[in-house]
């Protein structure tokens, strides 16, 4: 009887411990997720090696000071292998969505789709996946792909 005491106050007690490790943790608030651009959804028609994506965003987009200006699909490697420019704000039409033209890939390659915003660069959040198997959120190191940004297309300026 006086062991199984002493078990159930050493468990309550180290029980006690994480419960005041977790608490520490710093959380990300629902409303802070909000205002973070993402890709939401990938969907994805026709046949290889030329695929139309059709990519829904949610970005805090606010007219031409900041707006998600493009999507691009690369691969792991860091390759860009299309980007789809944006040419204004969508402040009133959260989410969207954009279809691009044929991307050159087949159903099997490993694919990263990520949105690029005109005044903070690239969002931490993308989706990963194939043609084939589909495409599930992720996300990307700090940097990842970032020599990328300054390559062609570039948007024009906003036309808001």
Not at 14 to 36: G, I, R
Not at 45 to 67: E, L, M, N, R, W
Request: overall charge negative; glycine content about 6%.
């Amino acid at each position: 009887m006086r062991f199984n005491f002493l078990f159930l106050f050493v468990l309550l007690v180290s029980c006690n411990e994480k419960d005041a490790m977790l608490s520490d943790v710093p959380t990300m608030e629902m409303e802070d997720m909000e205002d973070l651009a993402s890709i939401e959804a990938v969907e994805v028609s026709g046949a290889s090696p030329q695929y139309i994506f059709k990519v829904t965003i949610k970005s805090p987009d606010t007219g031409c000071d900041q707006y998600a200006d493009w999507w691009e699909v690369i691969n792991p490697d860091e390759e860009l292998i299309y980007r789809r420019i944006l040419t204004h704000s969508h402040v009133n039409e959260q989410p969207f969505t954009r279809q691009g033209n044929p991307v050159p890939v087949n159903a099997e390659d490993v694919l990263i789709v990520r949105l690029h915003m005109n005044n903070s660069g690239y969002a931490r959040y993308a989706m990963q996946g194939s043609v084939q198997g589909g495409f599930d959120r992720t996300v990307l190191e700090e940097g990842f792909g970032q020599a990328l940004e300054d390559l062609a297309p570039q948007p024009p300026k906003c036309t808001n």
